[in-house]
């Protein structure tokens, strides 16, 4: 370490006053563009781009001491100090050179500005922070989450630093996020580099933008602003508290938006609780950095003051796929506890906050699947756009207080999606209030900043799907649709720019969690690649993205075995850990990573379509198999199963986030892989049959009961019934009313097994019908309480008992019959 920073004492001596002319010219222009980028509340880029670690630091030393003058020069900076995030890989030699002589020289220069240093690892902590200025050295990994992540952190009249390779030599170089895009059957030699390409592209197109090539002391782009004095309407911010209100002025005094000051007033219609079987909810959806996470902090304390004067104890839910997106919302309802004098304490889990209590009053944060559970005077779902449906439904049901919030546009997820599969439902709903709020002020910078721009264009963060006309929809009726194999290359261009936004707009709409990451694998991952289906005027109605997996390599067949894992090879992996068979190991197939259907024209056979034009094309290439996986709820796995893929794994933990279990389904397409399926569904099935009293005793019946009974031809788990005379003899007596459940519940349990396990032949012999499977399923296979079942089938317990005995009955009439006495007499 010492010697490191003797190394860089050295390196700061001997460039202290380093200068280039081309890039003093540059500083200028960007300095007069900053200048306005002030006044409007606008942001810049510089890039530095060169493969000299040690002027790289120079370099971006100077520019941020140039940029501390900007802001003294125009009295923003006069007191308080110019707070710098920089973020790079600590692990990194060259990374640690540049970032220390950054802040050897800047220290040297100016005591205004400070400088955070993180690590990449670290940055997901300061998501909702804000800074003057960002560095990114950018020079080991371009991972489109980091960029989704960290460039709003930067408030309006700031500078972005991204610090690269050689512009020239960029390209060639792969990025730790393309190094783990590598395969054991496609190494790194195969990965693409697509994406760098696009970003590079993109920082060209946009305004704002500077780019300062090291390696050749030139300028690559530079942005030419005229002066503004007059500023536009626009970029003035004032607040209006209003007169009539129940929350204190205190509370309005934290907002920084009129947005948030609307927003706070609309929560006060929460203070009063809905009337008894009705709800209210809020929905309140905006772009990324509006300040809807804080505008519900503020709304969350100032709740608690009022409730507090009715309530003896006052209890605030507060979930979202990850505790980092709940910061804001924890720091703004900390901040407005204390201005309201409430005194409140803090639990950390780590760096971040998981609670805030005082006295009758908490504001706790859990994950997703808990909520439903847990009772609360008033719930929050922040980033409600990274939860699945069926969770977002699951909460509602239970509480009758409930703020929704959702990006739009933004790293959390697709808030439109959200609006179009959650909102239409709700909506539907007679027993709801609904309030609905857009917020469309930033926060942290102007209207129309071209730095946003920059980003939304970059990451597609604001890419939606093609308007279908009349034509298009003529198309759909009679099957027109033509089945499309994209050039990534000319996508990722300005050629083909439009379709990858049709493409990638559906699975913004369709999918509960897109990320930045996605698009940079779409673009690289030598093991994807994407299809699509178009109408006749060239519209893209279905996206599928595929990854293909195997064989797997002879040498890690035995570790992966033995557990370890293998990456970018989920089917075969999971199929080998819990199946067993090592045949399996030097097959080839497709996964479908995701597939979706234009939400104007979903169930109308697209998906369906799509599946038969990718089975044909695996086919051909002579894969063995087609699979994927998902958060199994009965309408998808219908979908699946209606395409001859059928369940064979799934997951013994529910999903934090979306609250369901991950199924794995197979379509083989060759007679090793159609022979091993009999294996692997008999398999699945005897799994599923035995652990559902415990591993998966809170599994949904409707999902369960699905899986139980899709039809599987001739495998059968068992062969003949067997049951002893004293079995059949309890079971006759249960049936006719004189003996409670509890003393055959045995019996039940191996008629239950035989009965699914031999289901298509049992169900013609006994015709039970779907609720009485279901209720075999709850009470003797799931082992649930008799109010449960009765709850869940809305029938009374005692209706629910003697239907268990009418199913008692049908057994003993199917198999033995009700001739022989009560009791068994042993003939000697």
């Known amino acids: 370490m010492e010697a490191e920073k003797s190394i860089i004492g050295e390196i700061v001596e001997k460039y202290e006053n380093y200068t280039r002319a081309s890039f003093i010219r540059l500083l200028r222009k960007l300095k007069k563009s900053l200048e306005n980028a002030v006044r409007l509340n606008h942001r810049r880029v510089l890039v530095i781009s060169g493969d000299n670690p040690e002027i790289s630091g120079i370099l971006t030393a100077r520019s941020l001491v140039e940029f501390s003058k900007v802001l003294k020069k125009l009295g923003t900076s006069t007191e308080s100090n110019i707070e710098v995030l920089y973020v790079y890989h600590s692990d990194m030699p060259h990374a640690r050179l540049r970032r220390g002589i950054v802040e050897e020289l800047v220290k040297r220069k100016t005591k205004k500005v400070k400088i955070k240093f993180i690590d990449y690892s670290q940055s997901e902590d300061y998501l909702g ?55 054991p059957q496609h190494p790194r030699e195969e990965v693409r580099n697509i994406f760098k390409k696009w970003f590079k592209m ?19 782009k530079s942005c030419i602003d005229k002066r503004i004095e007059v500023l536009p309407a626009s970029s003035h911010r004032s607040i209006v508290i209003p007169e009539k209100r129940v929350f204190p002025r205190e509370v309005y005094l934290q907002a920084l938006t009129q947005d948030q000051v609307n927003v706070i007033q609309l929560l006060e219609r929460f203070v009063e609780k809905p009337k008894y079987g009705r709800k209210r909810i809020l929905i309140l959806i905006a772009d990324r950095g509006r300040g809807k996470s804080c505008a519900l902090g503020i709304g969350a304390a100032a709740l608690i003051n009022e409730l507090l004067k009715v309530k003896n104890r006052v209890r605030i839910l507060v979930t979202a796929p990850k505790l980092s997106n709940v910061q804001s919302l924890m720091d703004l309802a900390l901040k407005t506890l204390e201005a309201l004098k409430l005194n409140p304490k803090i639990i950390r889990r780590g760096r971040r906050i998981i609670e805030i209590k005082g006295e009758r009053y908490s504001i706790e944060y859990w994950e997703p699947i808990k909520i439903p559970s847990l009772r609360g005077d008033i719930v929050i779902v922040d980033e409600a756009a990274g939860l699945h449906v ?9 509480h009758n207080r409930i703020l929704y919030s959702s990006t739009i546009h933004g790293y959390e997820g697709a808030g439109r999606g959200f609006s179009i599969r959650f909102l239409q439902l709700v909506k539907e709903d007679p027993k709801s209030d609904i309030i609905e709020y857009e917020m469309k002020e930033p926060i942290r910078y102007g209207l129309d ?54 493409f990638f707009g559906i699975y913004v709409l369709a999918h509960y969690r897109n990320e930045p990451d996605d698009l940079g694998m779409m673009a690289d991952a030598p093991h994807h690649t994407i299809r699509a289906l178009k109408t006749s005027s060239g519209k893209i109605v279905c996206s599928v993205q595929l990854a293909e997996e195997g064989p797997i390599p002879p040498d890690m067949v035995d570790a992966l075995l033995m557990g370890e894992r293998i990456p970018g090879n989920i089917i075969p992996d999971r199929i080998l850990k819990h199946l067993r068979i090592r045949e399996f190991a030097e097959t080839r197939g497709w996964r479908i990573v995701r597939i979706a259907t234009h939400p104007r024209v979903q169930g109308r056979g697209i998906g369906t379509l799509m599946l038969k034009y990718l089975i044909s094309e695996a086919s051909q290439r002579g894969y063995n198999w087609i699979g994927a996986g998902f958060g199994v709820n009965p309408p998808l796995l219908k979908f699946w199963v209606k395409n001859d893929f059928l369940p064979i794994h799934i997951s013994p933990d529910r999903n934090p986030v979306s609250g369901e279990y991950t199924v794995i389904v197979l379509n083989p397409l060759d007679y090793l892989v159609a022979e091993l399926m009999k294996i692997f569904v008999k398999e699945f099935k005897c799994k599923l049959l035995i652990s559902l009293h415990e591993i998966y005793r809170d599994m949904e019946v409707d999902v369960a009961h699905m899986m139980l009974t ?41 008629l239950s097994f035989y009965y699914f396990s031999n289901y298509e032949e049992c169900r013609k012999k006994l015709m039970f019908s779907t609720r009485e499977e279901e209720i075999l399923i709850m009470k003797v296979l799931q082992g649930r309480p008799w109010d449960e079942v009765a709850q869940r089938l809305n029938e009374k317990q005692i209706k629910i008992m003697m239907s268990l005995k009418e199913i008692a009955k049908k057994f003993v009439n199917a198999y033995v019959g009700y001739n022989e006495k009560p009791g068994i007499t042993i003939k000697k």
Not at 474 to 479: F, G, K, Q, T
């Open 129 to 183: 922070t804000t800074f003057n200025s960002l560095v990114m050295d950018l020079n080991e990994d371009l991972r489109p989450n980091d960029l989704g992540r960290m460039i709003g952190v930067v408030k309006g009249g700031g500078l972005i630093i991204l610090q690269t390779p050689s512009w020239n030599e960029w390209d060639k170089k792969l990025t730790l996020f393309q190094l783990s895009l590598a395969t």
């Open 202 to 220: 993109k920082l060209k197109e946009h305004h704002g933008i500077f780019i300062y090539d090291a390696d050749n002391f030139r300028t690559i």
């Open 390 to 398: 069926p969770m977002l439904h699951a909460i509602r049901k239970v």
């Open 449 to 502: 900043d071209p730095i946003e721009k920059w980003q939304f264009d970059t990451l597609l963060l604001d890419a939606e799907p093609a308007e279908l006309d009349s034509r298009d929809l003529d198309d759909i009726a009679n099957n027109r649709l033509s089945y499309f194999v994209p050039n990534l290359e000319r996508w990722f261009s300005k050629e083909g720019e439009e379709e990858l936004r049709q």
């Open 710 to 750: 899709i039809p599987t031809g001739t495998i059968k788990l068992f062969g003949k019934l067997y049951l002893s005379r004293i079995q059949w003899d309890r079971l006759r007596i249960y049936s006719l009313g004189p003996m409670t459940y509890e003393a055959v519940c045995d019996v039940m349990k191996l």
